[in-house]
């Protein structure tokens, strides 16, 4: 199941940044290089912050060729969708959700620490697509109202319980997966958010001065 999600979060994000190339009307060299930036940015970001190197892709030559890949699918087939925007969300929401349990599955691997093993889901799963948005010059993830990073936040946690707690990996991926993909949906669908920072206006400095 693990290495299901890893190859299908790779592809997945691979394919929203050859589709994000699709819209700045780039050559094949820029398709490519969106794939792949975003098919294994934040698996990189991973690696290195748990010192795992080389990493995973230089290990394994299999996730760039599978960038290249589906960066040249897309390529030549972007044009045959003309809701490309919507389907980049959706896709992405899947690699998300693939990637925020992989990235923690790796983190508590290599460290037996469910904190650190959350913090790697994040972010693996929104790295990627934090570098595609800001080459793109596309509202970032980061920017967005909707749920999303804490969708990856809520998947990695998911799976990170049910592992600590003895369940089968097989029942703790599929649960961090509906759970990261169920929350980032809903946001697409419905337009989800948690509660924001509202202003308020703060102390009058004549009163704090006057309290001391």
């Known amino acids: 199941m693990l290495y299901i ?4 979060g790779v592809v997945v994000f691979a394919a929203t940044g050859a589709l994000a190339a699709s819209r700045k009307q780039l050559d094949i060299i820029g398709f490519l290089f969106f794939a792949a930036l975003t098919g294994v940015g934040g698996g990189t970001l991973r690696d290195l912050v748990l010192g795992r190197t080389p990493v995973f892709w230089v290990i394994d030559p299999a996730y760039i060729l599978a960038c290249v890949a589906t960066g040249v699918v ?4 972007a044009h045959l ?3 490309r925007y919507r389907l ?3 896709l992405d929401a899947v ?13 508590l691997a290599s460290t037996s620490s469910a904190s650190i093993a959350i913090v790697t889901g994040v972010l693996t799963a ?6 595609r948005d800001t080459l793109a010059d596309e509202a970032s993830v980061l920017l967005r109202s909707e749920v999303y990073i804490s969708a990856a936040l809520a ?3 998911a799976f990170t319980l049910l592992e600590v707690l003895g369940m089968p990996s097989l029942a703790s991926s599929a649960a961090g ?3 990261a993909f169920g929350l980032r949906g809903g946001g697409i669908r419905y337009g989800w958010t948690i509660p924001r920072y509202r202003p308020r206006a703060g102390r009058d400095p004549e009163d704090a001065i006057g309290k001391r």
């Open 126 to 131: 929104t790295c990627g697509g934090i570098l």
């Open 95 to 107: 690699g998300l959700a693939a990637y925020s349990v992989m990235g923690a599955a790796i983190g």
């Open 88 to 90: 980049l969300l959706w």
């Open 5 to 8: 999600l890893d190859y299908a």
């Open 74 to 77: 897309v390529f030549f087939a």
């Open 155 to 157: 998947g990695a946690g």
């Open 81 to 83: 969708v003309e809701w």
């Open 177 to 179: 997966f509906v759970v």
